[in-house]
């Protein structure tokens, strides 16, 4: 093989995303980055927009490593996708309540699961549009497809946020972390430290053995940050996009390379822990299936009351929005 032969991936899946804002195109950019998937479908309400995004990522082609087929498309072409990815959605009025926001973006989502379902679309749904777990459910209800098969992105970015403080607090590697954060994306969010580790060692237990270094109290602190990490993102920047694209990417790998990957995703619970059809936050196992199993976790008795509490405020808000 001569000098300057270019070697591209080889590379397989197709992924369609609805909605080129911040969040959708900073997925797309990290997917061109990754050499996620080899074909990438870009549809918008705003077609024109759709192929300028999709003119821009292919003007990068040259400068990757992989042979992506990237374009502005229809709903058409989710016939043959592995993938729709949906990140569109409204933004809230100044002084719009919570269940008027969520009753238009039902509206916008009706426009959009239609469709593609009428395309013949038979793969994947991943949802990224806030409020993230009523948003799943309600593309689970519209599209009438299997639960297993309708993913939202969850806890997965607060999960990875929650790793990388803690391994800036113990100095290690976040990949050296293993801890959650389970429940609603959202306020009732919590973090299950009976189940969080620092390699094999349990965190609570290295920090009561750590002589004072760090200590639980600093642990809660951080679960703190966590929950109110998009606020502050917002308040600085006045979107968060760049950490979901990314969480995002990590799920379109586990499904398109058949992964078996625990990830914290927003799933309908069918009896685990005693809930039945709420969309919540919680570790799964993702595969090219989907869902394949959702792991019940051996919380403490506080952690379940704050599970259960999470998976009634996600309940109530959706029976609201339903009458």
């Not at 709420?278 to 993702?286: D, K, R, S």
Request: hydrophobic letters at 40%; glycine letters at 10%.
């Amino acid at each position: 093989m001569g000098k300057g032969t270019v070697i591209f991936m080889k590379i397989k899946g197709k992924v369609v995303i609805v909605g080129t804002g911040m969040v959708g195109m900073s997925y797309a950019y990290a997917l061109l980055n990754q050499g996620a998937c080899g074909e990438l479908v870009l549809i918008d309400i705003n077609k024109e927009r759709a192929a300028g995004e999709a003119m821009d990522l292919n003007h990068g082609l040259a400068f990757s490593n992989t042979s992506m087929k990237i374009y502005a498309g229809d709903y058409g072409d989710c016939t043959d996708a592995d993938i729709v990815v949906i990140c569109a959605g409204v933004a809230q009025k100044p002084g719009e309540s919570r269940l008027d926001l969520l009753q238009r973006n039902k509206e916008v989502f009706r426009s959009i699961v239609g469709p593609v379902c009428e395309s013949g679309f038979n793969g994947i749904f991943v949802v990224a549009t806030n409020p993230v777990d009523i948003m799943t459910r309600i593309v689970y209800e519209l599209s009438g497809f299997n639960p297993r098969r309708v993913i939202g992105t969850g806890t997965a970015l607060d999960t990875a946020r929650l790793r990388y403080m803690l391994g800036d607090y113990l100095q290690v590697d976040p990949r050296n972390i293993h801890a959650y954060v389970m429940g609603e994306h959202g306020d009732s969010e919590f973090v299950p430290w009976s189940q969080a580790l620092f390699a094999t060692i349990p965190i609570e237990e290295y920090c009561s053995k750590s002589g004072c270094k760090y200590c639980l109290e600093d642990m809660e602190a951080i679960s703190r940050d966590v929950c109110n990490a998009a606020q502050t993102i917002i308040k600085a920047k006045n979107a968060t996009y760049y950490g979901i694209g990314m969480a995002l990417v990590r799920i379109t790998k586990a499904i398109l390379d058949d992964e078996n990957s625990v990830l914290t995703v927003s799933a309908m619970l069918r009896g685990e822990y005693g809930n039945n059809g709420v969309f919540i936050g919680n570790p799964c196992l993702i595969n090219r299936n989907g869902i394949s199993k959702i792991l019940v976790l051996d919380l403490t008795p506080e952690e379940l009351k704050k599970f259960e509490k999470s998976c009634l405020t996600l309940s109530q808000v959706y029976d609201e929005m339903a009458k």
